[in-house]
C-alpha cells in the first residue's frame, strides 16, 4: 500500500461529460502530481502541485484542470470528453517534488463511451 | 519525441535465471534515473534508483548500472522469481526539474 488513495477505481462516461477525479496524497507528502497512461503508452506527465500551488506543467489539455486543496488532496478535472480520453489516471505524492521517489495511487480507469 | 526509451515491450527468463531490462535516454540534462515496477490494476511501485554521480547501485537482487556517456542504464535482478513477472518503468528527471519522464516499460515474464 503506497499510502496514496486514488478515487473512484472506475468511472464510465459519456462523451461531452465532465468528470472530477480525486486524490489523497501519503500522509507528509506535500507534492501531488496527475499522469496519464493511455494504451500501450507509458505514463505522461499532466501536472504538478506543491502546497497548493501549481509547480509544473506537461502535456495538460485545457479541457482538463486541477487544484490542490488546503488539506493536500487534489482533484483533476476532465470536461468536454472525448473518445481519447480514455485512459488509466493516476496520482502520486512526493515529500518535495524533487529528486525524490514518486509514491503512486492504483489509479483511475476512465472509459468514455 | 521520447526522451526515454525502452525499445524492448517484453522480456521472458527462467526462474533463478538473471533478468537485464535496458533503458535510453536523449536528454543530457536527466541526472536521476528510477525504475518502477507496476502489477495489473495497481499503480506502479517504486524499485531502485540511481543519481548521476554514481555508476552502480544496489538493493538485494536489484542492481542498477548507469552509462552515462552512452546514455543508458539498466537493471539487473538476480536471481528472477516469478514474483518479479511485471511491467518494468525507467524513469528520469532533470536536476530541479519536478517532472518525472518514463519510458513505455518493458514486461517481464519469470518462467517457474
Known amino acids: 500500500d503506497s499510502g496514496v488513495t486514488q478515487t473512484p477505481k472506475h468511472l464510465i462516461t459519456a462523451t461531452g461529460q465532465r468528470v472530477t477525479l480525486r486524490c489523497s496524497p501519503r500522509s507528509g507528502d506535500l507534492s501531488v502530481y496527475w499522469y496519464q497512461q493511455s494504451l500501450d503508452q507509458g505514463l505522461q506527465f499532466l501536472i504538478q502541485y506543491y502546497n497548493g500551488e501549481e509547480r509544473a506543467k506537461g502535456n495538460i489539455l485545457e479541457r482538463f484542470s486541477a487544484q490542490q486543496f488546503p488539506d493536500l488532496h487534489s482533484e483533476l478535472n476532465l470536461s468536454s470528453l472525448e473518445l481519447g480520453d480514455s485512459a488509466l489516471y493516476f496520482c502520486?505524492?512526493?515529500?518535495?517534488?524533487?529528486?525524490?521517489?514518486?509514491?503512486f495511487g492504483n489509479g483511475t480507469r476512465l472509459t468514455v463511451t | 519525441d521520447q526522451q526515454v526509451k525502452q525499445n524492448s515491450p517484453s522480456l521472458s527468463v527462467q526462474e533463478g535465471r538473471i533478468s537485464i531490462l535496458n533503458c535510453d535516454y536523449t536528454n543530457s540534462m536527466f541526472d536521476y534515473f528510477l525504475w518502477y515496477k507496476k502489477y495489473p490494476a495497481e499503480g506502479p511501485t517504486f524499485l531502485i534508483s540511481?543519481?548521476?554521480?554514481?555508476d552502480k547501485n544496489e538493493d538485494g537482487r536489484f542492481t542498477v548500472f548507469l552509462n552515462k556517456s552512452a546514455k543508458h542504464l539498466s537493471l539487473h535482478i538476480v536471481p528472477s522469481q516469478p514474483g518479479d513477472s511485471a511491467v518494468y518503468f525507467c524513469a528520469a528527471s532533470a536536476h530541479g526539474s519536478e517532472k518525472l519522464v518514463f519510458g513505455k516499460g518493458t514486461k517481464l515474464t519469470v518462467n517457474p
Open positions: 540511481i543519481s548521476s554521480i554514481k
Open positions: 502520486a505524492s512526493s515529500p518535495t517534488g524533487t529528486d525524490s521517489p514518486l509514491h
